[in-house]
């Protein structure tokens, strides 16, 4: 509804949505998501990576009955 009324893209709202509630939108921090996952940082094994992508796989596809 909101994306509808704004004529702004649905990736354009979610990431203002996600920053909205993630923190303050002025100041130093307020483009910075934040370094508290930074620790996993390149810690999965090539398997585990093909397994999450071929997890995801299915949420590649478009469904255009939703844009229509």
Same mark, same amino acid.
């Given at each position: 509804?909101?994306?509808?009324? !704004? !004529?702004?893209? =649905? ?6 949505? =996600?920053? +909205?509630? *993630?923190?303050? /939108?002025?100041?130093?921090? #307020? ?5 508290? =996952? &930074?620790?996993? @940082?390149?810690? +999965?094994?090539? *398997? *585990? #990576? #093909? /397994?999450?992508?071929? #997890? $995801?796989?299915? $949420?590649?596809? @478009? &469904?255009?009955?939703? +844009?229509?």
């Amino acid at each position: 509804m909101r994306r509808k009324e !704004g !004529g702004t893209s =649905l990736n354009r709202v979610t990431v203002k949505l =996600l920053r +909205w509630r *993630a923190g303050p /939108e002025d100041g130093p921090e #307020a483009n910075t998501v934040g370094s508290s =996952l &930074d620790h996993l @940082i390149g810690t +999965w094994s090539d *398997a *585990a #990576a #093909a /397994e999450f992508e071929r #997890a $995801l796989r299915h $949420l590649e596809t @478009i &469904d255009k009955a939703m +844009w229509e």
